[in-house]
């Protein structure tokens, strides 16, 4: 087993609106990309697990080869700046991923 | 060949550039100097209240050496999304602080000032024809609460820039825009293709951020011919790669391949990214679709309440395992104080860092291993008096409560502040997100030619 650490150049969230929340993967390197993407390591199981939400809130997994890239975009539980809501720019959700291994 | 260079200085107005930045793009001799001023990102606050979240000093010190720069070399300044969140109020402010620049260095600027508020009376008569679509995952909203809402703006499409850059004006500041108009704008007035100049405004409104190393607040420049673009960040210490270009293009939004906006959307399914040598990306490919019918994003804000908070830290192992158990109770104690109050009239949230402050909901770690933890004890009410109250009630009861186990009872929390309570005033949430279909894409950004620093006729 390997930490995702080890593949990863970028692992980020941030708002996409003030609704969504979207993650960013950027890989080190086409390999690194290829292999995550052979181990199905980001998928909407994975997600809806590790975050404790539905199926139907995760809005898109998406693949950007040109960053060697995997995206995937959730709804946000509460609006940006919402009462209760915690996280206004959604930069500090992506903590979770962190922790994924290979 | 045809080419149209811009010179975007920072990710937003405000966020500051180096000068020797800046003088390197001037000498590149650009067509136009741009800026997004704007951002949904910090919040419903801003929009609702009319208030920037930049400072206005620093917005001062960047728009003054724009302005004097577009003077000196006779090309157009263009400000996106004035003032933050570009409601009238913002733009109101853009204007004053341009004022004093014209006052201090003595420049006459022929301004287009572009509004994009719309008024209450016109957005509620297009709810109740059911012509406001919720943009997902946006919600349906609630008659009551567009009532509430104080400051509706549109994203205003390129049409509206086109038209004020006809005047040849020194500067056009814009209301809410969508944030690559007015880098696009220059070059589709020219007849340059919308697709590739949408996208290099796209990546050009967060300035050196495509860059490696990235920065909002160093200059980039972005030069647009009829088959592609090429993007150069002006500090030697960066240098964009097909890597820094790519990964901008997925950043703060859902879909990398397809981006809506104001008429339309910027293909980039079929873009290329090729870099040219140690510094610079050409980008190839990129296309505007456009929508059978021209549509408007509308963005509102709506007052809930005003907001008390205070801040404290527990330490004591006792409490914090039976930290859930305390809310609880504290809560109780609070209802059966205020029995008289309405449900509604007031929230009350704890917030608990070291537990679950950051990511609620989301957080998968439920275990609390933390020696110490950080509390904030928020209440958002139909007054700030209420607001004051509940928080002060729900404060002392949660300081003396005698939780099973105590042997701390001189009292339960640590707080770092006298006064311990924060009056954080008025509370917005965002309301609308919905798309206005439109015949005319002009028609809702009236604009106005204004002299800046001329002597008035009735003077």
Same mark, same amino acid.
């Given at each position: 087993m390997a930490s995702i650490r080890e593949y990863v150049d970028v692992i980020r969230s941030k708002n996409a609106g003030p609704y969504a929340i979207t993650f960013d993967l950027i890989f080190k390197d086409e390999a690194a990309y290829r292999k995550v993407k052979e181990a199905d390591l980001i998928n909407k199981k994975m997600i809806t697990k590790l975050y404790g939400i539905k199926a139907e809130d995760v809005i898109s997994v998406i693949d950007f080869k040109p960053a060697h890239a995997i995206k995937f975009t959730i709804?946000?539980?509460?609006?940006?700046?919402?009462?209760?809501?915690?996280?206004?720019y959604g930069a500090q959700q992506h903590a979770p991923l962190l922790t994924l291994e290979l | 060949m045809r080419e149209i260079k811009i010179l975007s200085p920072t990710a937003i107005l405000g966020y500051g550039f180096p000068e020797e930045s800046f003088a390197k793009g001037l000498a590149k001799k650009p067509d136009a100097i741009a800026v997004d001023a704007g951002s949904t990102d910090p919040g419903p606050y801003y929009l609702g209240a009319g208030i920037s979240f930049t400072d206005k000093e620093a917005v001062k010190r960047d728009l003054k050496i724009m302005i004097k720069a577009g003077k000196e070399h006779n090309i157009p300044v263009l400000v996106g999304t004035a003032g933050g969140s570009?409601?009238?109020?913002?733009?109101?402010?853009?204007?004053?602080?341009?004022?004093?620049?014209?006052?201090?260095?003595?420049?006459?600027?022929?301004?287009?000032? #572009?509004? &994009?508020?719309? =008024?209450?009376?016109? +957005?509620?008569?297009?709810?109740?024809?059911? !012509?406001?679509?919720?943009? *997902?995952?946006?919600?349906?909203?609630?008659?009551?609460?567009?009532?509430?809402?104080?400051?509706?703006?549109?994203?205003?499409?390129?049409?509206?820039?086109?038209?004020?850059?006809?005047?040849?004006?020194?500067? #056009?500041? &814009?209301?809410? =825009?969508?944030?690559? +108009?007015?880098?696009?704008?220059?070059?589709? !007035?020219?007849?340059?293709? *919308?697709?590739?100049?949408?996208?290099?405004?796209k990546i050009l409104e967060c300035a050196s951020i495509a860059a490696d190393p990235g920065s909002g607040?160093?200059?980039?420049?972005?030069?647009?011919?009829?088959?592609?673009? #090429?993007?150069?960040?002006?500090?030697?210490?960066?240098?964009?790669?097909?890597?820094?270009?790519?990964?901008?293009?997925?950043?703060e939004k859902a879909d990398p391949y397809h981006l809506h906006g104001p008429g339309g959307v910027i293909n980039l399914?079929?873009?290329?990214?090729?870099?040219?040598?140690?510094?610079?990306?050409?980008?190839?490919?990129?296309?505007?679709?456009?929508?059978?019918?021209y549509t408007l994003k509308l963005e509102g804000a709506r007052r809930v309440g005003y907001r008390t908070i205070s801040i404290a830290g527990t330490r004591d192992a006792i409490m914090i395992d039976q930290i859930d158990e305390i809310i609880d109770e504290v809560r109780k104690m609070v209802n059966d104080n205020f029995t008289e109050l309405n449900d509604d009239s007031y929230q009350l949230l704890f917030r608990i860092y070291g537990k679950d402050g950051v990511m609620g909901a989301l957080e998968p770690v439920q275990e609390v291993t933390s020696h110490e933890l950080g509390i904030i004890i928020e209440v958002v009410a139909d007054t700030q008096q209420?607001?004051?109250?509940?928080?002060?009630?729900?404060?002392?009861?949660?300081?003396?409560?005698?939780?099973?186990?105590?042997?701390?009872?001189a009292g339960n929390l640590a707080f770092p502040y006298s006064p311990s309570d924060f009056k954080a005033g008025e509370v917005y949430e965002f309301s609308l997100h919905h798309l206005l279909e439109v015949d005319d894409p002009v028609a809702y950004f009236p604009m106005q030619i204004v002299n800046i620093g001329a002597k008035r006729s009735d003077d």
């Amino acid at each position: 087993m390997a930490s995702i650490r080890e593949y990863v150049d970028v692992i980020r969230s941030k708002n996409a609106g003030p609704y969504a929340i979207t993650f960013d993967l950027i890989f080190k390197d086409e390999a690194a990309y290829r292999k995550v993407k052979e181990a199905d390591l980001i998928n909407k199981k994975m997600i809806t697990k590790l975050y404790g939400i539905k199926a139907e809130d995760v809005i898109s997994v998406i693949d950007f080869k040109p960053a060697h890239a995997i995206k995937f975009t959730i709804r946000r539980p509460l609006s940006a700046g919402a009462v209760g809501e915690r996280d206004v720019y959604g930069a500090q959700q992506h903590a979770p991923l962190l922790t994924l291994e290979l | 060949m045809r080419e149209i260079k811009i010179l975007s200085p920072t990710a937003i107005l405000g966020y500051g550039f180096p000068e020797e930045s800046f003088a390197k793009g001037l000498a590149k001799k650009p067509d136009a100097i741009a800026v997004d001023a704007g951002s949904t990102d910090p919040g419903p606050y801003y929009l609702g209240a009319g208030i920037s979240f930049t400072d206005k000093e620093a917005v001062k010190r960047d728009l003054k050496i724009m302005i004097k720069a577009g003077k000196e070399h006779n090309i157009p300044v263009l400000v996106g999304t004035a003032g933050g969140s570009g409601a009238n109020s913002h733009l109101d402010w853009t204007v004053e602080i341009v004022r004093e620049i014209a006052a201090e260095t003595g420049l006459i600027l022929q301004t287009v000032v #572009i509004q &994009a508020e719309l =008024a209450k009376a016109e +957005v509620e008569e297009k709810f109740n024809q059911g !012509k406001l679509k919720p943009l *997902a995952p946006a919600e349906e909203l609630t008659k009551d609460q567009l009532s509430d809402t104080t400051n509706i703006v549109a994203q205003m499409g390129v049409e509206p820039i086109i038209k004020a850059l006809e005047e040849e004006p020194d500067l #056009i500041l &814009a209301g809410r =825009a969508y944030d690559p +108009v007015v880098f696009a704008a220059p070059a589709i !007035k020219a007849g340059l293709p *919308a697709g590739l100049a949408l996208h290099m405004g796209k990546i050009l409104e967060c300035a050196s951020i495509a860059a490696d190393p990235g920065s909002g607040s160093d200059c980039m420049f972005g030069t647009l011919r009829d088959d592609h673009f #090429i993007l150069e960040p002006l500090n030697n210490k960066r240098r964009c790669t097909v890597t820094s270009v790519a990964a901008h293009t997925l950043y703060e939004k859902a879909d990398p391949y397809h981006l809506h906006g104001p008429g339309g959307v910027i293909n980039l399914t079929n873009s290329a990214f090729e870099e040219l040598d140690e510094r610079r990306v050409k980008v190839s490919g990129s296309k505007f679709v456009a929508d059978e019918i021209y549509t408007l994003k509308l963005e509102g804000a709506r007052r809930v309440g005003y907001r008390t908070i205070s801040i404290a830290g527990t330490r004591d192992a006792i409490m914090i395992d039976q930290i859930d158990e305390i809310i609880d109770e504290v809560r109780k104690m609070v209802n059966d104080n205020f029995t008289e109050l309405n449900d509604d009239s007031y929230q009350l949230l704890f917030r608990i860092y070291g537990k679950d402050g950051v990511m609620g909901a989301l957080e998968p770690v439920q275990e609390v291993t933390s020696h110490e933890l950080g509390i904030i004890i928020e209440v958002v009410a139909d007054t700030q008096q209420l607001a004051n109250t509940i928080c002060s009630f729900a404060r002392s009861s949660m300081l003396h409560y005698g939780y099973p186990g105590r042997v701390a009872t001189a009292g339960n929390l640590a707080f770092p502040y006298s006064p311990s309570d924060f009056k954080a005033g008025e509370v917005y949430e965002f309301s609308l997100h919905h798309l206005l279909e439109v015949d005319d894409p002009v028609a809702y950004f009236p604009m106005q030619i204004v002299n800046i620093g001329a002597k008035r006729s009735d003077d």
